[in-house]
């Protein structure tokens, strides 16, 4: 499809907290062509250290939605409907759980041609309630962008269409990691996810515990913050580890992070295709991770990382030994991964998600932006 104007399109977040979710579709936003698209984005929130980035590039307009069980929730999505028409928008992306269940049928109220849902959960560990409120919000929409199959897969066997289902990989900024120095000692360990109990950071200190009888110099460092920081700081004191192990808390350069470290260890207990690991990769640092999700399409076990099974802390202590003990094999995963990561760029992301608007707006009865009641208005 020839687009002769850009054709308005908005974006509803839930917030711009530190989140895998938030960073791609900032991404998203910050680098779709502007002789294409006119952005304009919608949030529950402005807060989060992604706003600043957003705002950049797009105005965000703030609709106050603290639960979507409260009946002024009703209010906001007429306002939200209003903000779609208003701004005679041709496709409407919302990027997670919140923003599908309420954006997708108030954009469905407005007439908005195309709608975009995600889904970046792979076992979301949500109520009943959500997941039929998301059911309801998928139905609204024209088509439902999973990051990897096996997202995908969920989808399907929660009865979304195959049709109405198409796969986008989360993309990487490769020009920020720089690939990391020759690895001749394997010492300091990274993760990098928030501090929820599914990442299996708890995980990793079990093994942690083992790794350091062997390897007493070895050191630990958890990059992000969450939930659970209470309680892994008292399993360190509990394992003793106080030495070995770092909480870095968030930090925005994560890269430079990574290239003080030797190896980077993803335990998740459930996992989709998370960014971290294919920073990770993309710098040359050799990986090991769970046998989980979308980690078994990113990674080739023993070529570009090993996988382990999830929440088996003696298996990841043995791998990340293996590695301590033989860096030459640690840098020939390391050298793999980065070949393999190079293919996850942030431009095919980006060319992905326009085809799919484009060839939604090209379909059949959708061809109907712009619309005709909206142009009379202008």
Request: charged residues 20%; positive net charge.
């Amino acid at each position: 499809m020839t687009v002769a104007t850009p054709v308005p399109i908005g974006f509803l977040f839930s917030t711009f907290a530190p989140g895998g979710t938030e960073r791609q579709m900032t991404e998203l936003v910050r680098r779709l062509d502007p002789r294409r698209w006119q952005v304009h984005v919608a949030c529950f929130r402005a807060e989060g250290p992604w706003l600043d980035r957003v705002r950049d590039v797009a105005p965000v307009t703030e609709f106050d939605v603290r639960s979507l069980a409260s009946a002024r929730t009703l209010t906001q999505a007429r306002a939200f409907a209003r903000w779609c028409t208003e701004r005679n928008l041709g496709v409407l992306h919302t990027v997670d759980l919140p923003s599908n269940i309420f954006g997708q049928p108030a954009a469905a109220l407005a007439g908005v041609p195309v709608r975009i849902a995600n889904r970046r959960e792979v076992n979301p560990g949500r109520s009943i309630g959500e997941l039929i409120a998301q059911r309801i919000g998928y139905a609204c929409a024209h088509h439902v962008v999973a990051n990897c199959g096996a997202a995908a897969a969920r989808l399907r066997r929660e009865g979304v269409r195959s049709r109405k289902i198409s796969v986008v990989p989360n993309g990487v900024d490769l020009e920020a990691c720089v690939p990391r120095g020759p690895i001749s000692v394997v010492q300091r360990v990274a993760t990098v996810a928030n501090l929820r109990r599914e990442k299996g950071h708890d995980v990793l200190l079990q093994a942690a515990a083992i790794v350091v009888r062997d390897f007493p110099h070895a050191r630990f460092d958890l990059i992000g913050d969450g939930t659970e920081l209470a309680a892994l700081q008292a399993q360190v004191e509990a394992l003793r580890l106080g030495e070995a192990v770092s909480f870095l808390g968030h930090c925005e350069d994560v890269p430079a992070r990574l290239a003080a470290a030797d190896l980077f260890v993803h335990p998740s207990r459930s996992e989709a295709f998370p960014n971290a690991v294919l920073e990770a990769m993309a710098m040359g640092l050799p990986t090991v991770a769970s046998a989980v999700g979308g980690l078994l399409e990113v990674i080739e076990h023993g070529r570009t990382g090993t996988l382990v099974p999830p929440g088996d802390p003696a298996a990841l202590a043995r791998e990340i030994i293996r590695l301590m003990a033989d860096p030459g094999q640690a840098a020939r995963l390391g050298a793999a991964a980065r070949a393999h990561a190079l293919t996850f760029s942030f431009t095919r992301m980006v060319a992905a998600f326009e085809q799919i608007y484009l060839t939604k707006l090209a379909h059949g009865a959708l061809v109907k932006w712009p619309r005709q009641d909206a142009m009379a208005k202008s």
